[in-house]
């Protein structure tokens, strides 16, 4: 797209806003799913206004436009916000980020894949604006555009760190890794194998003991399940390397995927385990 393309599109997308946003404004919630066959906002811009940390936005039948507005509840917190298009479903749709003065083109019209890449971008203000535009004219053939999204804090007055999540953990988040996330293993680095055209890196462990894992209908369980590898995603700058002993693997689920908390050696987290036992200081039963 020419630079001449984007500002005319972007100078429309403004007039149609201008024009719509007054008779269609759409609730404040996590997720939305509207279709483009009511409201009567033929090839319009709809506004969606999201105030969740993590959601999903589903549009049928898509006609003219979206715009997403994401936020941080009312707090005017900024954030990093990632996206990932639904996994195996077609993208009928382009995705714009609202720029100053233009749109910065994230997702073009794309065919169904297992692993749909996720884009991440800087909040501005307090929050993300996205322009989700139909590709193609309506018609009887059902389309759906699916998009998750999560919303990451910053820290009040600092800006984004890449480096942030390379650190290693400190004792307190180790502990807290430990009791919230969704998956906590022992195991040993097999492989780190890079995902193309991503900043992400897929890390496969071999699993010798799975400490903890939350199941699918929100009950944190302790046990054993036997299985012996896992996949989880770190950033490639952080240089993830394979071997280095038997690690404690952290990992929370972000948009559908499992994504490296923390990860200290055995040797380190039995000596976390044992001050916090003395102490009675974590939220949840540590083990090793």
Same mark, same amino acid.
């Given at each position: +797209?020419?630079?001449?393309?984007?500002?005319?599109?972007?100078?429309?997308?403004?007039?149609?806003?201008?024009?719509?946003?007054?008779?269609?404004?759409?609730?404040?919630?996590?997720?939305?799913?509207?279709?483009?066959?009511?409201?009567?906002?033929?090839?319009?811009?709809?506004?969606?206004?999201?105030?969740?940390?993590?959601?999903?936005?589903?549009?049928?039948?898509?006609?003219?436009?979206?715009?997403?507005?994401?936020?941080?509840?009312?707090?005017?917190? #900024?954030?990093?916000?990632?996206?990932?298009?639904?996994?195996?479903?077609?993208?009928?749709?382009?995705?714009?980020?609202?720029?100053?003065?233009?749109?910065?083109?994230?997702?073009?019209?794309?065919?169904?894949?297992?692993?749909?890449?996720?884009?991440?971008?800087?909040?501005?203000?307090?929050?993300?604006?996205?322009?989700?535009?139909?590709?193609?004219?309506?018609?009887?053939?059902?389309?759906?555009?699916?998009?998750?999204?999560?919303?990451?804090?910053?820290?009040?007055?600092?800006?984004?760190?890449?480096?942030?999540?390379?650190?290693?953990?400190?004792?307190?988040?180790?502990?807290?890794?430990?009791?919230?996330?969704?998956?906590?293993?022992?195991?040993?680095?097999?492989?780190?194998?890079?995902?193309? #055209?991503?900043?992400?890196?897929?890390?496969?462990?071999?699993?010798?003991?799975?400490?903890?894992?939350?199941?699918?209908?929100?009950?944190?369980?302790?046990?054993?399940?036997?299985?012996?590898?896992?996949?989880?995603?770190?950033?490639?700058?952080?240089?993830?390397?394979?071997?280095?002993?038997?690690?404690?693997? +952290?990992?929370?689920?972000?948009?559908?995927?499992?994504?490296?908390?923390?990860?200290?050696?055995?040797?380190?987290?039995?000596?976390?385990?044992?001050?916090?036992?003395?102490?009675?200081?974590?939220?949840?039963?540590?083990?090793?």
């Amino acid at each position: +797209m020419t630079v001449a393309t984007t500002s005319f599109l972007f100078s429309l997308f403004l007039a149609l806003l201008l024009r719509r946003i007054g008779a269609h404004p759409v609730g404040q919630q996590c997720d939305w799913n509207g279709n483009g066959l009511s409201g009567g906002e033929k090839r319009g811009v709809r506004p969606v206004y999201l105030r969740c940390s993590e959601g999903k936005v589903g549009w049928s039948y898509p006609d003219g436009a979206l715009r997403v507005l994401l936020r941080l509840g009312s707090s005017g917190r #900024d954030f990093r916000a990632c996206l990932r298009p639904a996994p195996g479903k077609k993208l009928p749709a382009s995705i714009y980020l609202e720029g100053v003065r233009s749109l910065n083109k994230l997702y073009s019209p794309q065919q169904p894949t297992d692993r749909p890449h996720v884009r991440c971008v800087l909040s501005r203000g307090g929050q993300v604006a996205l322009y989700v535009e139909a590709a193609e004219e309506p018609s009887l053939t059902k389309q759906t555009i699916e998009f998750a999204y999560d919303l990451q804090p910053l820290k009040k007055g600092s800006v984004y760190d890449p480096n942030e999540e390379c650190r290693p953990c400190t004792k307190e988040e180790m502990t807290h890794a430990f009791c919230t996330n969704e998956l906590v293993v022992r195991g040993m680095i097999q492989r780190v194998e890079p995902i193309e #055209d991503t900043d992400v890196s897929e890390i496969t462990v071999k699993v010798t003991k799975t400490l903890r894992r939350w199941s699918p209908w929100g009950e944190n369980e302790v046990y054993d399940d036997g299985a012996d590898k896992e996949v989880v995603q770190v950033g490639r700058h952080c240089g993830a390397q394979h071997g280095g002993g038997e690690m404690v693997i +952290m990992a929370r689920r972000k948009l559908g995927q499992l994504v490296l908390s923390c990860a200290p050696r055995l040797s380190e987290w039995k000596d976390v385990v044992r001050e916090a036992n003395i102490m009675d200081s974590a939220h949840c039963v540590l083990s090793s």
